[in-house]
C-alpha cells in the first residue's frame, strides 16, 4: 500500500511488490530489533532469572555471569552492573569468612580435645 508522506509529496511504500519483495518482513524485523535494542530490565524479569539468594560460590557465579550478560547486551548501565558484582563480591567474601569461623571452631573443638585426652594421660598441665 502506498500513502503520500505528509508534507513530502513523496510516497511510503509498506507492502511487497516485485521491485520490493520482502519489504513488509524486513521492517518488521527492523521494528523487532529496535525494540529489543531498547528493552530495559523489569523487577520480575530479575527476581525471575537471579538466584534467590547469594548463599554458595556456584550461586554467586551464576548471578555474576547473568550480569555480564545483561550488561554486555545493554539491558544494564554501567553502573547498575558495577554495584551487582559488588554485592556479589561482598556475598562471597561473606561466604569465605563462615566458612574460615566454622574451620576455627572445629580446630578449637579438636585442641580441645587433644588437651584434655593430654591432661588425662597425665602429660599436659593446662595453665589457666
Known amino acids: 500500500m502506498s500513502q503520500a508522506a505528509p508534507g513530502t509529496g513523496l510516497r511510503t511504500v509498506t507492502e511487497p511488490s516485485e521491485s520490493r519483495p520482502g519489504i ?8 523487532r530489533a529496535s525494540g529489543l535494542a531498547r528493552r530495559r530490565l523489569t523487577l520480575a524479569d530479575v527476581e525471575a532469572a537471579l538466584p534467590p539468594a547469594l548463599d554458595t560460590p556456584e550461586r554467586i557465579r551464576m548471578a555474576l555471569e547473568l550480569v555480564q550478560r545483561w550488561a554486555c547486551g545493554g539491558l544494564l548501565s554501567g553502573s547498575v552492573a558495577g554495584s551487582a558484582v559488588r554485592a556479589g563480591e561482598a556475598a562471597l567474601k561473606l561466604y569465605e569468612s563462615q566458612l ?15 588437651e584434655a585426652e593430654l591432661a588425662r594421660r597425665g602429660r599436659l598441665r593446662v595453665e589457666p
Do not use: N, P, S, Y
Not at 24 to 31: C, D, I, L, V
Open 24 to 31: 513488509a518482513r524486513f521492517a518488521r524485523e527492523g521494528g
Open 100 to 114: 574460615d569461623r566454622e574451620r576455627i571452631e572445629d580446630l578449637e573443638r579438636k585442641i580441645a580435645e587433644l
